[in-house]
């Protein structure tokens, strides 16, 4: 089993922002962005799965800290012109790949290049746990890929949040956690029928 790694091409990605509670490990509200990156289907080189394999590069839990004061951005159109190092390690992502049954974890660098409307080009250089022999990695074995990102604004799981059911103004508190002048002035209804979620959207 070999996967060439020359084989993993990227399609365009969506990068999203969230807030997160949970009483039970003492987490109040709390900000994170995520990014999601499909890949073209490909043969993963695992021969007790059907190829090609379709997956996507997950990045979660992100924090894109300012190194000096360690505060989460809160506006996604800071994020230009800068770099961060997203790890398990200093607990500022936590980011994955599966190919097949196989749980890849990744470390990585991302760069913001520029952003057109709410499209942000981004080089990324990732290290993977492929958990299978490789062919054509890098001498130093990042897998390097440049893409592009749709920003699709802040998600809200509220039915997981009980801080922000209480709030008597749910846009007020948002505001503690993002930079509301980015983003539309209403909380809608996410367009996904499938889930149950509230949206607040970007401004290009």
């Not at 509200?29 to 059907?50: A, C, M, Q, R, W």
């Not at 942000?120 to 074995?141: Q, Y």
């Amino acid at each position: 089993m070999t996967l060439n790694v020359k084989d993993i091409q990227p399609l365009k990605g969506q990068m999203s922002c969230n807030l997160w509670e949970n009483p039970n490990i003492n987490l109040p509200l709390t900000l994170y962005y995520s990014i999601e990156i499909p890949l073209k289907p490909f043969n993963s080189g695992h021969d007790y799965v059907d190829q090609p394999t379709e997956t996507s590069i997950m990045l979660e839990w992100i924090n894109f800290a300012d190194n000096t004061n360690r505060i989460q951005e809160t506006n996604w159109k800071n994020l230009v012109g800068r770099q961060f190092t997203l790890s398990y390690e200093n607990k500022t992502a936590e980011g994955s790949i599966y190919l097949g049954t196989e749980h890849c974890q990744i470390n990585s660098q991302i760069k913001f290049l520029s952003l057109s409307g709410t499209t942000f080009d981004v080089e990324l250089s990732m290290a993977i746990d492929f958990n299978i022999k490789t062919t054509h990695l890098d001498a130093d074995g990042l897998l390097k890929m440049k893409v592009q990102l749709d920003y699709d604004g802040l998600r809200i799981y509220h039915t997981q949040l009980p801080g922000f059911q209480k709030a008597g103004n749910q846009l007020a508190l948002i505001a503690n956690f993002v930079n509301v002048d980015v983003y539309q002035s209403e909380i809608t209804r996410f367009d996904n029928e499938n889930v149950d979620w509230k949206h607040l959207k970007p401004i290009s």
